[in-house]
C-alpha cells in the first residue's frame, strides 16, 4: 500500500471511481420500507427521481482517498468534513478529487490539509470539503517548501 | 410497546440528548462495508500499522446519524454537512455506542435543520471518533423538491 513519501502543496491525489449500485446502498443503509435510500416508491414520493445513496458513502470515499495517502497518520489524528451539495443517485458514477492544500508543522511530522470534491458523471459536484492528517515525513523534507 | 413520537422541527429541543444501542464491531461487519464503498484496503482485513485489522474510519457513521431514531419516528431527511475527528482506530471485537447531543436548531431558505454533536466511545469509555452532523428535516407531508 503506498503511502505519500512526498508531499507538495498544490499534489493531485489519484482520483478514485465509485459507482454506488442499488445493492451498495441496500448493504450500507439497510433495506429498510418508507426509506430515500432503498424503497423507490417512498423516494419518489419525497420528490427524488429514484433512490439516493447516502451521504455518509462520499465521507467513506474521501477517507479511502486519505487513508491511502496518509495511511495511519489519517487512521489515528485525521480528521474530515464535507458538505453534500446535490443528489447522488443509485446507478451515479463518482470521481473524487483531492489537491493537497497546505501543509504545516505538527511536531516531529507535518499536518497535511487536502481539499476534496466528488464530481458526478454529468460534471456536477455532489460533494465536496476539506480532510487533514499527519503527514508521514518531515516539514523541511516537503517539495516546495 | 413504546410509541415514539414523529420528529418535527418544533418538537425538537436544543441540549436533548441521545444515546444508541451498543454494537459489537465485527468482521462481517467491516466485510460488507468493504462492499458498500468499494475499499478492500488490506489493513481491514490483515495486519495494520495498529497491531492486527482496523475498521473503516467511518464504519460507525451510520449509528451516529440514527441517534435520533432512537427517540423518534423520523419521517425524511437529508444529510447536510458531516465533521469526523478520528481519535482511534475502531476494530473488530469492540463494542461501540454513539452519544450525541442537539446543539443547534435553524430555517435557512425555507428548509429546517437540526445539527448534532457526537461521540463513539468503545466498552471502556474512550473516544474513538467525535464529530458533528447537520441533517435537514423533510417535514411530513411535503417533497423535497415542493421548496
Known sequence: MAIADRIAVGQELPPLVKEPSQRRIDVYSGVRPRSIHTDPAWARAKGFRTTLAQGMMSTAYASEMMTRFLGAGFLKGGTLSMTFLAPVYAGDRLTVHGRVQSVEPDGPASRVTVALWVLNQHGQKTAAGTATGRGQVLHSDIVGM | ?147
Open chain 2, 1 to 147: 410497546m413504546t410509541e415514539f413520537p414523529v420528529l418535527t422541527y418544533e418538537r425538537l429541543t436544543i441540549g436533548e440528548e441521545f444515546v444508541s444501542d451498543t454494537h459489537l464491531v465485527t468482521p462481517e461487519d467491516i466485510e460488507a462495508y468493504a462492499y458498500a464503498v468499494e475499499d478492500d484496503h488490506p489493513w481491514y482485513s490483515g495486519p495494520s500499522p495498529f497491531g492486527g485489522p482496523v475498521a473503516h474510519p467511518t464504519l460507525m457513521a451510520n449509528q451516529a446519524l440514527h441517534l435520533r431514531h432512537g427517540k423518534y419516528v423520523v419521517h425524511a431527511g437529508l444529510h447536510a454537512k458531516m465533521h469526523f475527528e478520528f481519535l482511534e482506530p475502531v476494530r473488530p471485537g469492540m463494542r461501540v455506542r454513539s452519544r450525541g447531543r442537539v446543539i443547534d436548531k435553524y430555517v435557512r431558505r425555507g428548509r429546517q435543520y437540526m445539527v448534532t454533536e457526537y461521540v463513539t466511545e468503545d466498552e471502556h469509555g474512550t473516544v474513538l471518533v467525535r464529530g458533528q452532523f447537520t441533517q435537514m428535516l423533510i417535514p411530513e407531508g411535503t417533497r423535497h423538491g415542493d421548496r
